[in-house]
């Protein structure tokens, strides 16, 4: 078991290999009855500069204006209190998150997550618990609820000629998957030719 622990938390038991990407599940002990607030636009203005060779003025501008800097979103959570703070719509990875955390606790020190893709909230009266959701991204679709029409033939778009002119038809094999595909389903469809 590995033991994490977020500020202003209790430390949460976690089995080794939870599927994560950087937290582990965390539970938030209630602090007050206020809301969880959600806030978009983290920016870093440094590293936009640094890394992206963004212009000073523009990076200012984008930073602190059309987005929010991660001390401009630590101000607004301390003066709204949430039970969990959420900060999204950043570059949260490996090489920005450390600073991003760093930069929100000059103004704020309640529960925060940063929000990355798939993470899950569960909130109920007594706490917050702040989950990885478990995905299989291979994943089939579920089967149609309707019944599918065949597509209508009017509508197909033929190859050009120089496609038509390298094709390999395998006759034969395609002959046998019709076959087979026709009998399992109990359809006559013919083989193109």
């Not at 939870?18 to 590293?47: F, M, V, Y």
């Not at 523009?58 to 401009?72: I, Y």
């Not at 706490?127 to 197909?156: F, G, H, N, V």
């Amino acid at each position: 078991m590995v033991q994490r622990e977020l500020p202003g938390s209790q430390p949460t038991q976690v089995p080794r290999g939870t599927p994560t990407r950087d937290s582990a599940a965390t539970s938030i002990p209630l602090r007050e009855p206020k809301t969880t607030s959600i806030q978009e636009g983290i920016q870093n203005n440094i590293r936009r500069l640094k890394d992206q060779s963004t212009a000073v003025a523009d990076a200012l501008n984008v930073g602190t204006q059309v987005h929010t800097s991660p001390a401009q979103f630590g101000k607004v959570m301390s003066d709204v209190k949430p039970r969990m703070a959420v900060a999204y719509h950043f570059f949260n990875d490996y090489n920005t998150q450390p600073n991003v955390m760093e930069l929100i606790r000059k103004t704020y020190d309640g529960p925060v997550s940063l929000a990355v893709d798939y993470m899950v909230w569960n909130v109920t009266k007594n706490k917050i618990r702040t989950r990885m959701a478990s995905i299989d991204e291979d994943i089939w679709p579920l089967p149609s609820i309707t019944k599918k029409l065949p597509a209508d033939p009017k509508d197909k778009v033929g190859f050009s000629d120089f496609i038509i002119g390298g094709k390999v038809p395998y006759q034969d094999t395609v002959d046998k998957v019709y076959k087979s595909v026709n009998e399992e389903f109990g359809t006559n469809i013919p083989t193109p030719k």
